[in-house]
């Protein structure tokens, strides 16, 4: 028997939110509404830690899933937006280097730009968090030379890192820009600057992608780092990464960046020793997260069906570990992890993971 742990209310990843995110793509509206009730029960943070994952864009994602993010909802999302980019703004100024909540899926401008991007018609708004993402490109000048504009001071949890670094992966790292760009790119949204950007995010995981992250001395080498072993997932690791280079191929026109990045992919999934990595069935960093991945890179490949019998194994191994899952929720519980193992994506709930 699984220990149950209480959920996060507003929170995507693991409070009621998720939850709701499940039952709506089930078509089962009225265990979805209890779950919401939960969710906003104590208020929806508009605050400065409100993102695709927390608050009121978080509630914004999961309401637009079932067709009712009322407008008094997605006002309250566009001062999120605005406090956001002028904050970003004020720090590119200032010639600091960023946070990555500034800019990251997770907690960041990335995931506010995947948000916008699910509301169909272009803005004004979108596309200054677009503008924003492009940005990125200029290097942030320090004593002694110049660093990426993307490269963080501190680590994912806010601990120092000596010389700082810069993130590869799709949650907290460049991969999540290079997809939101990617995306928009896709659905023909285009601001200056945008190409020269996704290739440059690009060229960057070529280089430094094996690795979760890099250091300022794998920066100033010669030669790219070798990585150490490690799992590979959707939110770090190549099969994350290979999915931001599949689109970042399609955006740019580039059959050879698309077959690398489907190359990656079809090789890491069928690694003994990469599998033998991951540990559990969640989205983030297990079963769910890979097959939901291996199912969107072989509907854009021209040859799905060489995907077809990783798929079938990630689907078992997802099915046999599902019910161990001690939390309820979408990113790291049972939520998530029967959203992937259903296989529909009936209200675009691969969205909030920027594979789609």
Known sequence: MTTTLPPRTQDLSEGALGMALLHIERGDLSTARRHLAQAVAHGVSAGGNASLFHGAPALEFVLARAGHASRGVREVVDRVV?????????????????NLAEWDLIRG???????????GAPSARLTDVLAYLVSLLRPVHIVGGELPGWWSAVGPDGEEMAGGHGNNGMAHGIAGPLTVLSLASRHGIQVPGQREAIDVFARWLDRFGRCYWTTRAQLDAAEPPEPDPARQSWCYGQPGIARAQQLAALALG??????????????????????????????????????????????????????????????????????????????????????????????DWTNALLIT
């Open 82 to 98: 605005d406090a956001r980019l002028a904050a970003a703004r004020r720090r590119q100024q200032s010639g600091a280097l960023p």
């Open 109 to 119: 401008l990335a995931g506010l730009g995947a948000l916008l991007l699910t509301r």
């Open 254 to 347: 580039d059959p050879a960046r698309r077959q690398a990045a489907e190359d990656t992919v079809a090789r890491t999934l069928t690694d003994r020793s990469h599998l033998a990595r991951i540990t559990d069935a969640t989205l983030c960093h297990g079963w769910a997260g890979l097959v939901t991945l291996a199912r969107t890179i072989a509907a854009d490949s021209p040859a799905p069906q060489r995907f077809t019998p990783a798929i079938g194994d990630l689907q078992q191994r997802l099915a046999a570990d599902l019910d161990l899952l001690p939390k309820a929720g979408f990113m790291e519980g049972r939520s998530g992890a029967q959203l992937a193992l259903t296989g529909t994506n009936a209200t």
